[in-house]
């Protein structure tokens, strides 16, 4: 067997700083040739960075670079965007995930790639936007070569939920649902539930609004979140259950309405969910009431593979200068 | 003509005080034995008043009471409930007008009846409850008696709008849409508008979202709030439209959801509106895209016609007991 400094040896060339930039944090990983994260380290997201982007990311990089020498950096996330370190633009979807790659925008001096967004006209005929979820989706590609095979559902749920077809490997159209935020606002600032913080998912409630909502499929959403605080008045559910409670009709409606979308081309069978554990399983029991299987991918093992991806396929003369 | 004196006699008998005592306000009006309102006086709501509600009415009343004497009082709203200075049940409809009077929850002596909400099985089966708009109700039916003639719709938009189904002169089943808090929340804590405070609405935003809602009426409302934040962000929609397209998509999934639910019964050619002439208006151009017309009755005005009309209505005995 070898060692590892046999295995890996501990050149510049052969490694990459991987980070998910967002508004909220920052998240770097080193990785080696191949593909290994060997340490990470946090920041402030891009909201709290002051514009200093550049010297919070060296400061994070010294001890890394003192090592190895020259690193070259991909990131990805809200620090391309309008309160990021430069705009990187939105791709316009469909498109080969190839290409994203090609369309970094480069800075220090092309050290560091910055993946752009992608855009597209959703089902609505609106047009729709991800920053970020794009690198998951190119991750989950390499992570499971059969989503790059015919049709393939892919929903990433959060804050700002995105649901996507994948086309032969081309990512197509896709759409948001913002159902994290609205679930957020709900529980800290309504009369819905009065949970503020919030409490761990009580699953008997949650299943409980998933079998109400879709009892009532014609139904708006709107006529269903008073249940909430009715069923609070009556005695039915305590506080944390009703948090739970608006979690499943928020989760039931947006799977509904997604499938509805989606099945205009052909009704799906299975979805690729990719996010947090706690949240795809949730998703994946929305699913279930619809006779839906699921494969849940792990959100940030996606976005680590997707950054990886990229830096693979960045332009030669970008990543010769970088190294 | 008769002087003012000679027309109306000032004596306690015939003098009442209306009010409604909600969460956030309290408003307070002194009525002649015609009903016309001769002095309005205003209070901190139940959720402010620390319990002190004798006290609070108390001192509001001195002035009033110094010239006409004991005068009897009928409140409505949150003052009723369990944050409130005692809690008046929640009836059950179907239910007469009449008997909500018969129910009033007598305090002080019985010269203060604060009125009962309503409680019913909605559409959905669940329970559902109002507090304070069964008074505007009673108000509609008594400034408009063609009201109480066959089956009837009514939508009280606000906060937590209500639509109710009046059959005959009684009051039938009813279901929530906490519409204005939504719309509050996502404007003043997402992502989707960031317009804290708030914009005059811009009728043209508010329109375009009236059409584009509707030209998809299976859509699950989730998947169309981020159009507020993407129209955005492609220079579609500046800040304070994006409130209005939000309050758009808000009203237009409220009015096509409860129109919707209605039409198990007969389908609605007209709709009462009651509330604040701002908000009514809005609803009545969300109902005039489904071909229903509207007819709008001023909140404030029905909430008053609704005391006067369940003092009219208190038992004797209380009465009697209050002047």
Redesign the interface.
Known sequence: MLSEAEREPRVAGGHVVAGDWGTSHLRLFLCDSTGACLESATGPGAAASGGRFAATLNTLLAPWRGRYGGLPVVLCGMVGSNIGWVQAPYLSAPILPVLIAKSCIAVEHGRVNIVPGLSCRN??G????MRGEETQVLGALRLNQALSSGRQILCLPGT?TKWVVIEDGCIGQF?????G??FA??R?????VRNPGGSPTDLKAFNDALR?FN??P??????????CR??Q??G?LSAPQAESYLSGL?IG??V???L??LSAGAAAQSVCLIGSPDLTSLYSAALSFHAVDSLQLDGASAALAGLLEVHRHLPQGVLSHAV
Do not use: N
């Open positions: 089902p609505f609106v047009v729709d936007y700002h759409f948001t649902a913002p159902a935020e609205v606002v709900l800290d600032h309504s009369v819905m109400a009892a009532f014609q139904a708006q959403l709107l006529h269903r979140l008073f249940e009715a069923r008045l009556s039915e928020l409606s947006d509904l309405g997604a509805q979308l």
